[in-house]
C-alpha cells in the first residue's frame, strides 16, 4: 500500500534525572509535559511558568491545555449495530486516556434522553460535548442546547464532538473532509483525534419551522426519494450503513413521486471553489439563477485501506513497544522514519545542565508518560438523579435566533423562486457528506452560510436515478441529467395536501407538511483534527 497517508504511534519516554531531589525532577518534567502539550494543541507556551525560578508544581499541572474540565460523554448503545458502549471502550477510551482528557460517561436510556440531560443539567462543568452514536444523537443534543435560555454561551463555549458509530455518520465524515483527513482508513481515530486536540470550528445551524414545532439541523432536510429510503430501512438497522442501500434498490424498483411546491432564496454569488480530498477534484459552474449545471470529478474511488488496527492503552504499549495505535505523522508514509537522535537541553544559573542518562548523582529519576497523572470518572447511570425516561418530552420552549423569514402560511417575496409540480425528490444539505458514503453536496463547507438544495423532478429515467444513486458515494451525482443543485439561504416545502410521504431532518421524521428553513453562518462550534 506505497503512498497511502497512515497514522503511526511512536511512544517517547523522557527520563528526568539532573537534579538532586526528586522534586526537582519533577518539577523540570511537568515543564516538559506542558510545553509539549502545548504546542500539539498549537497554543502558545506560557513563558512565566517555563522559568526554572518558578517552583509551583500545582501551577505547572494545572496549566496543560484540555485537563482543567472534564469531557462530557454521551453514548446511544442502540446506534447502528448497537455497539456504541463497546468501541467507546475498546478504541476511544485508550486515545483520551493517551492524551490525558478526563471525561464523565451518560449512557443513554431512550429517544430524546441526550436532549433532555443538556437542556436541564449544569453543563459547564464540562468543557466540550461529546456524542458516541450516529447523526441522531447529535440532532438531540444540538436541539437540547437550543431549549436553554442560555443556548449562546452554551454553543460558544462547549464544541461538539462526534464518535461514528451509527448508521448515519455525515457530520464525521464532514468534519474530516474539511481538515482533509484519511476518514476512510480508520473513522474512530480521527474522530478521537479531533477529541485530542484541542481544536474546533466553527458550524453552520439552519433554523427550521413546521406548523407544530421550531427545530435546528446541522445537516439535511430531506423529502421524497432518499428520505423514504432513510425512514423505511430503520428495520433493517442491526445490519448498519448496509440498509440503505439495500433499501435503495426497493424504492429504485417502486418508484415514488410527490406533487407539492419548492421555493427558494437563491444565494446571491457563490464563488467557483475546487473541492479537493481524497483523491478529488470538482469542478462546477453555476448558471445566473445559481444551479449547477455540470461538474465532473476526478479520481472517484474512494480509498479503501483495510483492516482498521485497533487502538492500545498506553500500558499495553509498555509492554510492547512495537504495538501500533495508528497515530500519525500527518502526511508521513509507512517508509518515511525520523530515526535522528534529538538532544534536548536547557541552562541553568549559567551552566547547561547534565545529560539525563549520565546523572549519577540524582537519587530519583522522574518518568513522565501519557496518561499518568489524569483521572477518569465514569458515572454509573445510578449514580445521580437523571432525566427520568418515561417523562421526557420534547414539547418545550425553543429558543435560538429569531427568524427572518415570513410566516409558514404567508406569501413569499418576488425574490424568492417557487417551482411547482411533481418531484422524485428534494434533498438541502449544509455539510458535504450525508453519510460515510455519501459526498452529497461536494462543495459545502462547515461555515460556509450556503445551503445546498438538491431537486429532482419527476420524468427522470430509472437508468439516470441509477446513476445518481451510484454517483452519490463520490460526488458525481450532480452531473446526472435531471438532478439540479442549487446553492441557497433559505427554502421553503410545501407538499401537497392529501398525500402521505417522509420528511426529515437530519435523519430524523418530522411531521409531514410544509417546512421552511433558513441557515445562521458559525452559530455552534465543532472539535476538529
Given at each position: 500500500?506505497?503512498?497511502?497517508?497512515?497514522?503511526?504511534?511512536?511512544?517517547?519516554?523522557?527520563?528526568?534525572?539532573?537534579?538532586?531531589?526528586?522534586?526537582?525532577?519533577?518539577?523540570?518534567?511537568?515543564?516538559?509535559?506542558?510545553?509539549?502539550?502545548?504546542?500539539?494543541?498549537?497554543?502558545?507556551?506560557?513563558?512565566?511558568?517555563?522559568?526554572?525560578?518558578?517552583?509551583?508544581?500545582?501551577?505547572?499541572?494545572?496549566?496543560?491545555?484540555?485537563?482543567?474540565?472534564?469531557?462530557?460523554?454521551?453514548?446511544?448503545?442502540?446506534?447502528?449495530?448497537?455497539?456504541?458502549?463497546?468501541?467507546?471502550?475498546?478504541?476511544?477510551?485508550?486515545?483520551?486516556?493517551?492524551?490525558?482528557?478526563?471525561?464523565?460517561?451518560?449512557?443513554?436510556?431512550?429517544?430524546?434522553?441526550?436532549?433532555?440531560?443538556?437542556?436541564?443539567?449544569?453543563?459547564?462543568?464540562?468543557?466540550?460535548?461529546?456524542?458516541?452514536?450516529?447523526?441522531?444523537?447529535?440532532?438531540?443534543?444540538?436541539?437540547?442546547?437550543?431549549?436553554?435560555?442560555?443556548?449562546?454561551k452554551a454553543l460558544n463555549e462547549l464544541?461538539?464532538?462526534?464518535?461514528?458509530?451509527?448508521?448515519?455518520?455525515?457530520?464525521?465524515?464532514?468534519?474530516?473532509?474539511?481538515?482533509?483527513?484519511?476518514?476512510?482508513?480508520?473513522?474512530?481515530?480521527?474522530?478521537?483525534?479531533?477529541?485530542?486536540?484541542?481544536?474546533?470550528?466553527?458550524?453552520?445551524?439552519?433554523?427550521?419551522?413546521?406548523?407544530?414545532?421550531?427545530?435546528?439541523?446541522?445537516?439535511?432536510?430531506?423529502?421524497?426519494?432518499?428520505?423514504?429510503?432513510?425512514?423505511?430501512?430503520?428495520?433493517?438497522?442491526?445490519?448498519?450503513?448496509?440498509?440503505?442501500?439495500?433499501?435503495?434498490?426497493?424504492?429504485?424498483?417502486?418508484?415514488?413521486?410527490?406533487?407539492?411546491?419548492?421555493?427558494?432564496?437563491?444565494?446571491?454569488?457563490?464563488?467557483?471553489?475546487?473541492?479537493?480530498?481524497?483523491?478529488?477534484?470538482?469542478?462546477?459552474?453555476?448558471?445566473?439563477?445559481?444551479?449547477?449545471?455540470?461538474?465532473?470529478?476526478?479520481?472517484?474511488?474512494?480509498?479503501r485501506y483495510g483492516n482498521i488496527v485497533?487502538?492500545?492503552?498506553?500500558?499495553?504499549?509498555?509492554?510492547?513497544?512495537?504495538?501500533?495505535?495508528?497515530?500519525?505523522?500527518?502526511?508521513?508514509?509507512?517508509?518515511?522514519?525520523?530515526?535522528?537522535?534529538?538532544?534536548?537541553?536547557t541552562e541553568i544559573e549559567g551552566r547547561?545542565?547534565?545529560?539525563?542518562?549520565?546523572?549519577?548523582?540524582?537519587?530519583?529519576?522522574?518518568?513522565?508518560?501519557?496518561?499518568?497523572?489524569?483521572?477518569?470518572?465514569?458515572?454509573?447511570?445510578?449514580?445521580?438523579?437523571?432525566?427520568?425516561?418515561?417523562?421526557?418530552?420534547?414539547?418545550?420552549?425553543?429558543?435560538?435566533?429569531?427568524?427572518?423569514?415570513?410566516?409558514?402560511?404567508?406569501?413569499?417575496?418576488?425574490?424568492?423562486?417557487?417551482?411547482?409540480?411533481?418531484?422524485?425528490?428534494?434533498?438541502?444539505?449544509?455539510?458535504?457528506?450525508?453519510?460515510?458514503?455519501?459526498?452529497?453536496?461536494?462543495?459545502?463547507?462547515?461555515?460556509?452560510?450556503?445551503?445546498?438544495?438538491?431537486?429532482?423532478?419527476?420524468?427522470?429515467?430509472?437508468?439516470?436515478?441509477?446513476?445518481?444513486?451510484?454517483?452519490?458515494?463520490?460526488?458525481?451525482?450532480?452531473?446526472?441529467?435531471?438532478?439540479?443543485?442549487?446553492?441557497?439561504?433559505?427554502?421553503?416545502?410545501?407538499?401537497?395536501?392529501?398525500?402521505?410521504?417522509?420528511?426529515?431532518?437530519?435523519?430524523?421524521?418530522?411531521?409531514?407538511?410544509?417546512?421552511?428553513?433558513?441557515?445562521?453562518?458559525?452559530?455552534?462550534?465543532?472539535?476538529?483534527?
Open positions: 500500500m506505497k503512498g497511502i497517508r497512515r497514522r503511526e504511534r511512536t511512544t517517547i519516554t523522557l527520563r528526568f534525572r539532573s537534579f538532586d531531589k526528586y522534586e526537582d525532577n519533577l518539577r523540570e518534567a511537568s515543564r516538559w509535559r506542558l510545553a509539549i502539550k502545548c504546542l500539539v494543541t498549537k497554543l502558545p507556551v506560557p513563558k512565566n511558568l517555563m522559568s526554572p525560578s518558578h517552583g509551583n508544581l500545582d501551577a505547572l499541572l494545572g496549566a496543560c491545555p484540555g485537563e482543567n474540565r472534564k469531557l462530557l460523554v454521551l453514548i446511544n448503545p442502540k446506534s447502528g449495530p448497537g455497539r456504541g458502549r463497546e468501541v467507546f471502550q475498546k478504541r476511544i477510551h485508550p486515545v483520551l486516556s493517551e492524551a490525558e482528557r478526563p471525561y464523565d460517561i451518560h449512557i443513554t436510556k431512550c429517544s430524546n434522553y441526550a436532549r433532555e440531560f443538556v437542556r436541564t443539567k449544569d453543563i459547564y462543568q464540562w468543557n466540550g460535548l461529546l456524542t458516541v452514536g450516529g447523526d441522531g444523537i447529535v440532532f438531540e443534543v444540538v436541539n437540547g442546547l437550543f431549549q436553554r435560555p442560555d443556548w449562546e464544541p461538539l464532538g462526534v464518535i461514528p458509530c451509527g448508521s448515519g455518520n455525515g457530520l464525521a465524515k464532514s468534519i474530516a473532509y474539511s481538515k482533509q483527513e484519511p476518514y476512510d482508513y480508520n473513522p474512530l481515530l480521527v474522530s478521537a483525534l479531533s477529541v485530542v486536540k484541542c481544536k474546533k470550528a466553527p458550524m453552520d445551524i439552519v433554523r427550521i419551522e413546521t406548523r407544530s414545532k421550531i427545530l435546528f439541523s446541522f445537516l439535511s432536510v430531506g423529502w421524497g426519494l432518499l428520505s423514504d429510503i432513510d425512514i423505511e430501512s430503520e428495520r433493517l438497522r442491526a445490519i448498519g450503513g448496509q440498509r440503505f442501500t439495500i433499501w435503495s434498490v426497493a424504492r429504485l424498483i417502486g418508484l415514488r413521486t410527490y406533487k407539492g411546491k419548492i421555493s427558494y432564496l437563491p444565494c446571491d454569488k457563490v464563488l467557483p471553489v475546487e473541492v479537493v480530498g481524497n483523491g478529488k477534484v470538482c469542478h462546477t459552474d453555476c448558471t445566473s439563477d445559481g444551479k449547477i449545471t455540470h461538474s465532473r470529478s476526478y479520481g472517484d474511488e474512494l480509498d485497533e487502538s492500545k492503552s498506553f500500558h499495553d504499549a509498555c509492554d510492547d513497544n512495537t504495538n501500533e495505535l495508528d497515530l500519525p505523522l500527518n502526511g508521513y508514509r509507512d517508509d518515511e522514519v525520523i530515526t535522528e537522535n534529538i538532544t534536548l537541553e547547561q545542565r547534565l545529560d539525563s542518562f549520565y546523572s549519577a548523582t540524582s537519587a530519583k529519576s522522574t518518568y513522565f508518560s501519557t496518561g499518568s497523572v489524569s483521572s477518569y470518572h465514569s458515572i454509573d447511570d445510578d449514580d445521580i438523579r437523571e432525566p427520568d425516561a418515561e417523562n421526557i418530552t420534547t414539547s418545550q420552549v425553543m429558543y435560538g435566533p429569531s427568524s427572518t423569514l415570513p410566516a409558514l402560511t404567508a406569501q413569499l417575496p418576488d425574490s424568492w423562486v417557487q417551482d411547482q409540480g411533481e418531484f422524485i425528490m428534494v434533498h438541502a444539505a449544509y455539510q458535504s457528506h450525508l453519510g460515510q458514503d455519501y459526498f452529497f453536496a461536494p462543495r459545502a463547507k462547515l461555515a460556509d452560510g450556503i445551503i445546498w438544495l438538491l431537486i429532482v423532478k419527476a420524468g427522470i429515467t430509472r437508468a439516470n436515478l441509477l446513476q445518481f444513486l451510484l454517483g452519490l458515494s463520490t460526488g458525481t451525482h450532480v452531473n446526472c441529467s435531471g438532478v439540479d443543485m442549487i446553492p441557497v439561504k433559505a427554502f421553503r416545502i410545501e407538499p401537497a395536501e392529501g398525500v402521505s410521504g417522509h420528511l426529515t431532518v437530519d435523519g430524523e421524521e418530522v411531521d409531514y407538511g410544509p417546512l421552511q428553513a433558513e441557515i445562521f453562518p458559525s452559530l455552534a462550534t465543532v472539535m476538529t483534527p
